[in-house]
């Protein structure tokens, strides 16, 4: 079975350290213990859907949804923190490799893809605006 909780710690660590910006996982996150300041993201799980082993195949395979909110005090600032995103979740070298790795022990992330790219708030006279981004995952166990 391929646990929910670790793809998400995973994906939270993979948008933290390649964005250089706070995550939170469904929340606002904290630095220093106070609410981080924008440009931010917040993690939301979203669908999961598990394909069940066959009786002589011990391998599960999953696809997991994550919604991705950029939260910024511009529209200029929000795009860049998505773009950022999208890169870090997205991005590939030259031969191909994911720029950033999911690392969840004894699972591979076989593909990765964006379900949604819905843009910034329509208000552009909005304090806080936000961007949302929804990505899919999906998951075997390593061999």
């Not at 394909?51 to 949804?65: C, I, Q």
């Not at 511009?74 to 870090?88: I, N």
């Amino acid at each position: 079975m391929i646990e929910r909780r670790l793809v998400t710690q995973a994906l939270e660590t993979l948008l933290t350290a390649a964005t250089g910006k706070p995550c939170g996982t469904g929340a606002l996150p904290q630095v220093a213990g106070k609410p981080a300041e924008p440009p931010y993201c917040v993690l939301r799980s979203l669908t999961l859907t598990l394909d069940g082993a066959p009786f002589t195949d011990r391998h599960e395979d999953s696809v997991t949804r994550y919604q991705v909110d950029c939260v910024a005090r511009s529209h200029t600032q929000a795009e860049w923190l998505a773009d950022r995103a999208r890169t870090a979740v997205l991005g590939r070298d030259v031969r191909g490799a994911w720029l950033h790795a999911l690392t969840v022990p004894g699972r591979t992330c076989y593909a990765r893809g964006l379900d949604l790219d819905a843009g910034t708030d329509p208000d552009a006279a909005a304090a806080v605006v936000t961007y949302i981004l929804q990505f899919r995952l999906d998951w075997t166990q390593a061999a």
